[in-house]
C-alpha cells in the first residue's frame, strides 16, 4: 500500500485503461471495504456500491454505445448545469480545465483516438463502480457520497488501482438500472471506473491544473 501523500498526488482521472489487466473481486471488494471508513453525518452510510465487471460490463458498455450511436438524449439522475449557470469561481476554474485539455489534445500523437471514442467506449474500464443514495436523501447525504467516492478512490490508488469519475459513466441511467438491478428509488449519483492506466499512448499523461494555494485558502491567527 502506497502512504497516503502519495496516493493523493498519484491519483488522476485516466481516460484510458488496459482493458486485459483485470481487477480481482478480492481487491474490489478491499477498496469498497477501506471506502467505508469515510465520514457520514450521524453515521448514516447514505450510500450503496453496484460494481459491473465481466459480462455485465459488456453488457453495460454495449448498451452505453448503442444509445450515444442512436442520439439518445442524456437524462441523469442529477441534472448538470452549463458552465455559464456556474458562479464566477469554479466558472473560471473550468474554463482553465477547458483550454488546457483542448491544448493537450492538439499533440499529434493522439491524432488517432478523440475524447468522445473514449467516452463511449467508457474508457475500457475493466470494472465500473456505481454509488447511489436514496431519492429521498438530503444535502448532508450528498456530502456525505463525496466523500465515499474520493475515499474510493484514494483506496483504489493506494492498491495501484487507477480511477475515473465521470459523468458519462452516470448519463444513461435507465439503462444501467435495468442491467444492474439498481431500484428507482435510489439516485444513480457518481460513476466510477477503476482499472490500470494503459500506458501505450499519451492520452494518460494529462494533469488538470490546480488552483494556486493562495488563492483558495486564508488562515488566520
Known sequence: MMNVEEAILTRHAVRLFDPDDKISRES?????????????WVDS?????????GNTLAAVKKRHAENVKNGVKANPDWPTTHREDWAKFPRENMLKHNEATAHFW???????????????????????????????????SDYDLGAFGQTL??????????????YEIVKFPESV??????????????????GYADMATRV????????????????KD
Open 28 to 40: 474490489l471488494e478491499k477498496v469498497v471495504e477501506l471506502a467505508q471508513h469515510a465520514p457520514s
Open 106 to 140: 492538439e499533440n499529434p500523437e493522439l491524432s488517432n483516438m478523440t475524447r468522445q471514442d473514449l467516452q463511449t467506449r467508457l474508457y475500457d474500464a475493466p470494472a465500473i463502480c456505481y454509488l447511489t443514495i436514496p431519492k429521498d436523501s438530503n444535502q448532508w
Open 45 to 53: 452510510q447514505p450510500w450503496k456500491v453496484y460494481i459491473a465487471t
Open 177 to 194: 438500472k435495468e442491467i444492474m438491478n439498481i431500484p428507482d428509488s435510489e439516485w444513480l449519483a457518481m460513476g466510477i471506473a477503476l
Open 153 to 166: 478512490m484514494l483506496a483504489a490508488r493506494g492498491m495501484g488501482i487507477d480511477s475515473m469519475p465521470a
Open 204 to 219: 494518460n499523461e494529462y494533469r488538470a491544473p490546480r488552483v494556486p494555494l493562495d488563492e483558495m485558502l486564508k488562515i
